[in-house]
């Protein structure tokens, strides 16, 4: 049966802009509410040199200490725009008190200069989340704040025109890959990676690439390491990594057991472009590509799967998308589901399966809940969708049954209606569904004040966070 958007993600994908194979960057949304930027400065540069297996070093560029790293923090939460106060922004909720505590730890040292490593953020959604606009958005906002760390993840395939990033370039040449989707082009062995989203070789020399963003994005211009992950099995082929022109490394991908893999290589700092070239006539699949840089940070990858429901969701793999969690290593991972939930009674069973994949690859993963955007029902009749509401309530009751936070992003947008309103400010699409660049930028604004207004009563509740260095 078809998803309640599939009509819809049609009309979106008509409203863009014939996308080229290469998938240019998107217009730039609106400036981001702000937060006060520090000065930046590139980490030094390095040879480049590969590093295979799941659990390699971590990148080490941290900030020194401070003298005073074990005084209490000073948090400053990220302001509201005033023009954007009309809502109250809902109070996370977390009944355990511990749903949010791995990642609010490794936030603390980031801040302190004790971390190793970047905080990252993994944020899934449905076809709101494919254009990147509300976690592009939330990564910039987080990015000039704590430091430009590098664009993050993304997915090899592009299943369709509109699935791209913001602050990165991306693409492949759609004639050499098969692309597949954990929704809407699925493959019968269910390997996808955590993303959901693969490409597989289907010609000799399929190339794939991945680019630094180019003026003026505010943030992801620079990289200095580069993260792929793909998978290994049987009769698998072998694909060259090439930097700025220049091999990498050749990675061969046959082996004798399934397994989610991934690489990692340091170069030096700066811009540059990435390409991925299959050899031979025997298949390779990859899952997707992160450029970071060394200094920690914060990382947020935008997981978007048009037309996904939790149900959907739940028929990956479960030994390879555990461990392709594991090599990515997230320390919050956001649910924002059911937008195209047709069966709200099984729900609670499909997000209890897709939670309990995400603890075995991250067995302390801080995991987030949200109830799915308000949806109209037509503009004569502006009412919310019955089945929105429904599955809104459901998601907070999912949230507490496996301990896991909540936050209402219905009832943050305004709750009962409020997609009309949205419609009305032109903070929408003209389909009820879909946000705009307005409308994502006004929402994520709201996810950081909530988030980090819950991590500065946590930090009052644990002065010492971030003191011990990782």
Partial sequence: MPSPSSRALLALALLLL???????QPAQPPTSPALAAPAISSPPPKAAAAAVGSNPAPITDATPVPTDRCSPLVLETPEIPPEHLDTAVPTLIDPSGEAMKRFYERLARVIRGTARDHVRLGFYGDSNMTLDLISGTMRRMLQRKYGDAGHGFVAFGRPWRHYFHMDVVHGL????????AISTRKVADGLYGFSGIAAQSSQVGAKAWLRTANDPAPIGRSASHLELHYLRRPGAGVFSVM?????LADVNTDAADLSSAVMRWDFSDGAHSIEFVAHGRRPVRLFGAALERGKPSVIVDALGIGGVSAHSLAHGDRLTTSQSLANRRYDLVIYMLGTNTVHPASQPEAMRQIIAMHREGIADVSLLVMSPPDHSVSFKEGRSDKNTVKVARQMREIAE???CAFWDFWEAMGGESSMLRFQKKKWNMWDLYHLNEKGASYMASRIVHAIWRDFGAWLHKHPDAGCTPE
């Fill in 18 to 24: 014939p996308a080229a194979v290469h998938c240019a």
């Fill in 243 to 247: 930097l700025d022109g220049s091999k």
């Fill in 401 to 403: 049954q496996n301990r």
């Fill in 173 to 180: 040449d759609q004639t050499a890959w098969e692309e597949y």
